[in-house]
Every structure is written in C-alpha cells, then in structure tokens.
C-alpha cells in the first residue's frame, strides 16, 4: 500500500519516495493570497493565505538512487487571477409569508487571488540532466512576468548536449489585448549533440476562422455553455 508520512513524503508499493513542499532554498509551495472586498459602508477587507500546490523536489528510488527537481520564481513572482463581483446574502434577514427566513439585502463583493508561481528549471537523475529554459514573456497573462517554455535540453554528466527540443511558439485572436489572445505551439525541433536539427520538425496548425472567447467569460464556453 502507499505510505504516507508527516515528513511530506510518499511511499509507493515499490518503495520509491517522493517528496513534497519545501527546502533550504525556501521553494516548493505555491501559496495563494485571496483578497475580498466589500463595497458596503463598512468597506471590510479580509486576507486568507492558502497552499495551493506542493511541488514535487525529489524521488529517493529503492536502489537509493535521488532524482532531484530544481524550480525558480518567475520575475514578478505574482499572478493575478480572475476578479469575480459577486453579490452575497447580507447579514439582515426578515420572515417572509411562508414563515421562512429570506435576505432583506444584499452586497456586492470582489474576489482577488494571487499568488507565487515557480517554473521547473531541471531534473537532475544519477546519469543525466535535463534543463528547462524559458522562453519569451507571455502576452496572454495579465498580471506579473510569466514565460513560455522555450527548449528542453539533456546533458550527460560530462555536461555534454544529448539531445534538446526547441518550441516555437505564437499567438491567435487578438494580440494587443491580453484577455483575447492565446499563446499556441507552432512547431517542436529536435536536435542532436551537435545541435543539429534530427528530424524535420512537428508542426501544427490552428483554426482561426473563429474568435478566441475572452479569458473573463465566468466558466462560459465558446457555444455559451458553463463548464
């Protein structure tokens, strides 16, 4: 059976454990900052801080051997999330001629979620590494610096190139507007020791005969359904 311990860390049939949340450098949870505001007289503000993620830092094997994961905070370090106004129930309730409770009033109320977000940098295995580089600032994101990835390279413990992926990517709809525009891959090269192309590359193509939705359509799909 799996094993699960207070150390944050799992143990699979195999005796393989994993292990979550962070370490000396300080990374390894991804914690959220979740704002909510009232637009009443009162005009309260109320924080919660909350974990959203445990990222994975390494797998000790049976055999002993460690595969370790390496992360870094983008510059900005923060990502806003959709604001959703949503009115609430208000404190003040009335019996009405049922003889059930009901809200004489309610409140208009905004929700504001950031939170710190790390990129996997690389994966260190007992014979090879592989890095993940970053590639250009994504225009679709609308708060804080976040990138795309740009290649995949693998290396031996000489530090020599085994192999590596480039991803070229672009955007549809609407580049100059952040909320209706989306980043999509456009090819993947691969390459060798050398960094000679291996193979022609894989390429994909996109309809854009239709609109992108705008990223605020509250859960609305692109035929108006909720998701």
Not at 73 to 89: H, K, L
Request: include cysteine; charged fraction near 20%.
């Amino acid at each position: 059976p799996i094993q699960f311990t207070n150390q944050g860390s799992i143990k699979d049939e195999s005796g393989h454990a994993y292990y979550f949340g962070s370490q000396n450098d300080g990374i390894g949870e991804e914690v959220s900052n979740t704002e909510i505001s009232s637009s009443s007289d009162e005009g309260w503000v109320r924080i919660y801080n909350t974990t959203q993620k445990y990222l994975l830092r390494k797998i000790v094997m049976a055999s002993g051997e460690t595969i370790t994961f390496n992360y870094e905070g983008e510059s900005g370090n923060t990502e806003t999330f959709d604001s959703e106004s949503y009115s609430v129930p208000y404190q003040k309730w009335t019996i009405n001629p049922q003889k059930t409770l009901e809200p004489i009033s309610s409140n208009s109320h905004t929700m504001i979620t950031r939170g710190t977000v790390y990129r996997l940098s690389s994966i260190v295995t007992p014979n090879e590494n592989i890095f993940f580089k970053k590639g250009q600032v994504r225009k679709d994101m609308e708060n804080g610096i976040l990138y795309s990835l740009g290649e995949i390279e693998v290396k031996n413990k000489l530090d020599s190139i085994v192999k590596g992926w480039v991803f070229y990517t672009s955007y549809i709809g609407n580049s100059s507007n952040v909320n209706e525009c989306r980043l999509v891959l456009d090819s993947i090269a691969e390459y060798g020791n050398s960094r000679q192309s291996l193979k022609p590359s894989y390429k994909f193509t996109y309809n854009k005969s239709t609109e992108t939705p705008h990223y605020k359509t509250k859960s609305i799909d692109h035929w108006g359904y909720y998701n």
